[in-house]
């Protein structure tokens, strides 16, 4: 028996590791099945939260298109910058987005980041609305922040993310 690891068997023995597989660890070996998550269905007050974000997301991808038509069709003064400027309002849609569906699944990881665009979409709604006096698109983004953060503060929703 010199040379074999013994094995639960008596009767058989079991087969020798290798020492590379003893030194650098062996293949690894079938994870356990997760446990199935239960999938109910979002709170009201989330799931309005979920398209209220969806709807700014939108409503960002549509002026990155626009910022990109005025890009090419003009004669920005630099079109590096003018370009970075579509690519930043891109991203913002593209984090809005994901946090839509954040929004929509309860994900435990997407309040925070929501809370925070929302103050700072608030910032540049206040920007737009009083200082650069255009209230017809400062005030409906002021408007969808607040709805927002009211919406993400009902017990209803405090509560589907306290539980996740």
């Known amino acids: 028996m010199a040379g074999q690891v013994p094995s639960n068997r008596d009767d ?13 660890g062996g ?34 991808a549509g002026l990155a298109l626009v910022l990109l ?3 090419l ?6 079109v ?13 849609a593209a984090l809005l987005t994901a946090a839509a ?5 309860v994900s435990g990881w997407v309040r925070g980041p ?5 103050v700072l979409l608030g910032v540049v709604g206040y920007s737009v609305a009083f200082q650069a006096d255009l209230p017809l ?6 408007a969808a922040v607040a709805l927002e953060l009211y919406l993400l503060a009902t017990p209803e929703a405090r509560l589907a993310f306290f539980e996740r």
């Open 137 to 142: 698109l400062g005030v409906p983004l002021l």
């Open 80 to 92: 590096g910058r003018a370009l970075a400027e579509v690519v930043y309002v891109g991203l913002a």
């Open 101 to 105: 569906v954040g929004l929509w699944r």
């Open 27 to 60: 293949a690894a070996q079938p994870a356990a099945p997760r446990p199935q998550r239960s999938r109910e269905a979002a709170p009201v007050a989330v799931r309005r939260a979920a398209l209220v974000v969806a709807l700014e997301a939108a409503a960002l």
């Open 69 to 71: 038509f005025l890009t």
């Open 114 to 118: 929501v809370i925070v665009l929302q």
């Open 12 to 24: 058989v023995p079991a087969p020798r590791r290798p020492r590379a597989e003893g030194l650098l």
């Open 73 to 78: 069709t003009g004669s920005p003064d630099s």
